[in-house]
């Protein structure tokens, strides 16, 4: 192989505002229906992964955290109908080529309720692909307002 074809097969492919919106609805799905399965299609499964939570104090390192703490919050597998909801507004995304930065305010409760008085924060995730090229997400923050 000549030089240019090394790089090229060695250089990572670049996100996408479509790959990476693509994550971020299986994130919201994960929270429709509590489908503790929908995990792996997520987040990178491996010990980079790292996710502070807004219930959890400290930082969590390494994939094998992602199940117990969700279980924590009544996920199953193969899901169930979740009491509250959750959703994002004022999502914000930019694409650093390899990388992505998805900022955004959560919600949870009643979509119905007036949102002073339902639990909220700023939430960023960062997103990467896998090795075989699929975007996941490799880093999370949520904070509470």
């Known amino acids: 192989m000549q030089k240019n074809e090394i790089e090229i097969q060695n250089k990572k492919a670049a996100l996408s505002q479509n ?5 971020i609805n299986k994130w919201l799905k994960l929270w429709e229906t509590y ?24 930082l969590m390192i390494g994939y094998k955290h992602l199940k117990p703490h969700h279980l924590g919050f009544g996920f199953v597998e193969g899901g169930k109908q979740p009491e509250k909801s959750l959703w994002l507004e004022d999502i914000t995304t930019k694409i650093y080529g390899e990388t992505a930065m998805v900022a955004a305010v959560w919600y949870f409760g009643d979509r119905n309720a007036v949102k002073d008085s339902i639990s909220k924060g700023p939430v960023t995730f960062i997103l990467s692909n896998d090795k075989q090229g699929n975007a996941k997400i490799i880093h999370t923050h949520f904070a509470n307002y």
Do not use: A, M, P, R
Not at 19 to 23: A, I, K, L, Q, R
């Open 19 to 23: 790959g990476t919106e693509h994550v």
């Open 35 to 58: 489908d503790l399965n929908l995990l792996d299609d997520i987040f990178l499964q491996t010990e980079d992964l790292t996710y502070f939570s807004s219930e959890k104090e400290g």
